[in-house]
């Protein structure tokens, strides 16, 4: 789900920046490539697993994880 306009003009608030077409589309991509990023997270081998509670923890465990390096 790509950010509301309200979410992306507070956003803009609050780091000082001017809402313009240009910032819309580059904070866009960057959630794009966020979301794809995560998915592959998801998809790597070490992560499968027959029982879809504890794939899905480890999936949001190493989601978070991305964070910390």
Do not use: W
Request: hydrophobic share 40%; proline share 3%.
């Amino acid at each position: 789900m790509t950010m509301s306009d309200d979410q992306f003009k507070a956003l803009c608030n609050t780091y000082g920046f001017a809402p313009s077409r240009a910032l819309r589309e580059m904070l866009d991509k960057v959630e794009e490539m966020e979301r794809e990023a995560c998915a592959k997270v998801c998809e790597r081998d070490e992560l499968l697993h027959y029982d879809p509670v504890v794939t899905a923890d480890k999936c949001a465990a190493a989601i978070r994880a991305r964070g910390q390096q």
